[in-house]
């Protein structure tokens, strides 16, 4: 079934220009779909009761245009196919007006915290999140390809301000992280997230940027090259 949140965008969300950015759409998607859950009595305590957990596989978000401070807009999702261990999830951001805004998609894995291991999803709960139609949208591989050319950043260690109740580094604060390597000027109008690994607190984190025409991919690596996430952001053309 879908979950809407009516809420106004603040001003401790917005950006220099007035408008929220990717990082912050981001957060308002995983809000969203934490709060249905806890609605749905399937949130955080019932999982962690259960030793299992909602872990991202993949993003894909389409911002035809950024919230500005002060609007009033509404957040929404719906699952939209399962299978086996994994969820699909649609998520949008409409206007005022009603008029689609931001949108994307999402693939979760249903994970045992015990072995870290991917587990087979309850019926129960399924039924409960039903299925909607999902957004009509060109929907991307999950996989995304590692640039073979890249520049280096320096190193940064994981705080303390980066890690969730799952104990990693949350979904939203890699994208914002990625989002620092960005060109001046650069707009964004889709980013894809794959998550390969989950970075815990005191980790080193090794940048290399790859910037090709209007497409900028940023891999957030450990010592070894080996990513935990690649974010391949779009511009705005």
Known sequence: MEYRIKQRVRYSEVAANEKVNLSQIVNYFQDCSTFQSEDMGLGLHYLDQKHRAWLLLGWQIIVDRYPAFGEEISVGTWAYDWKGIYGYRNFDIQDSHGQRIAYANSIWV???????????????????????????????????????????????????????????????????????????????????????????????????????????????????GVPYVIVEFQEKE
């Open 110 to 224: 249903y994970t045992d915290t015990k072995t870290l291991s991917p587990a087979k999803i309850d019926e129960e709960e399924v039924l409960h999140y039903g299925s909607e139609p999902r957004i009509p949208m060109d929907y991307a591989p999950r996989k995304i390809r590692i640039p073979k050319e890249f520049q280096s950043a320096d190193a940064f260690p994981i705080m303390k301000s980066h890690i969730d109740t799952n104990h990693h580094v949350n979904n939203a604060k890699y994208i914002d992280l990625a989002e620092e390597y960005l060109p001046d000027g650069f707009v964004i109008r889709q980013v894809r997230a794959e998550y390969k690994h989950s970075a815990v607190l005191h980790d080193m984190i090794y940048p290399r940027i790859t910037i090709t025409g209007h497409t900028c991919t940023v891999c957030l690596c450990n010592e070894t």
